[in-house]
């Protein structure tokens, strides 16, 4: 019998290696069982009302074409201030900022518009998986180094911290940019400004330029305080700030973000940027730019998501899981390793999946955050939760 030969003409994949994104796919598998979906970073409870109010008002107003291509000015001033008054550097809103469909795009512009083929970008893994693919798409060569995992007596892993030496080796003449990303996803870890500093020490007297990916700054707890790159002079002179309104606001489904960086980089981004959304919702920027203004609520999420992180922690200190510390994001890592079941001894992936199929709780296994597969049983939880979803989650997981 003859084959029935495909039509669609084949062409070489441009991402032969990469599949699904695993947060579409552990959420579709959490709702296949019906699990509770701690996997995928996004919140279940609703924005202010006020703020989708704004955005109905912006609508009614027949704010509904299309917007300047970088942005409407309301918003950039809002955000030019707003940097200003946290991180005191003060960008230019007509040539230092562009309005992006979320941090996801924003990371991809500004990638294709600096990387030519054969360029290096280092990245430091576990790192979010869009950077990897964004760096190939431009023909870039990926240079991963791993932070250092810090085990305790145990031989569970306690703690990560930046790999200096690595990290000052993989820096050569052709680094053309260095990827960061603070508070980190997924382990939580953010950035001092010490970090700041010895990493400008590194890229001074290069042409390296820096990607700082900062869409969990206002998720720094404990009293501490984000280091945005713009509050080192001498790295934001050479750096494109990635920030997000998604995850501050509670609305990651509305797709919208920004990217601060000097006008010789920002022209430059614009240029792709352009071609690859053109521009990016009107009505939303309407809202969120008289939203912005009122400084309570980014001040407040502190404070917020600590309340959510310490009681999602409380109740897993009563299981065997062990708690890797939060200093920031709204992800929780734990230490599967020891658990006295034989699923302990699964990789990170599967026991993801044992867990949301038979306990009924969806994560994220850190691995997916890595290219080698680098097993070490961890796996993170997003705690951006209502209470009554973290107290079931937590009642499934006392099962374990
Ligand atoms: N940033 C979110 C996370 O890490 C997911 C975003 C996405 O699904 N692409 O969970």
Redo the contacts with the bound molecule.
Sequence with gaps: MSQIQDPTPSFPSRLPTVGT?V??VMSALAAKHQAINL????PDFPCDPKLIAKVNEAMLANHNQYPPMIGIADLRNGIAHKISKLYSHQYDPESEITITAGG?QGILTAILCCVSPADEVIIIEPA?D?YRPSIELAGGKVIAVSLQTIRDENDQVSSYEIPWDTLAKAINPKTRLIMINTPH??TGMVWQSADLERLAQLVKNTSALILSDEVYEHMVYDGAEHHSVAAHPELAARSFLISSFGKTYHV?GWKVGYVAAPSRLTKEFRKVHQFNVFTVNTPMQYGFASYLQDESHYLNLPKFYQAKRDFFRAGLASTQLKLLPTPGTYFQCVDYSKLNIPQAKLNESNFCQWLTTEIGVAA?PVSAFYEESTESSVIRF?FAKQAQTLSNALERLHNL
């Design positions: 994104t947060f579409t996997g995928q970073g996004f996801t979010y869009s996803n997924p990651t994220i997003c």
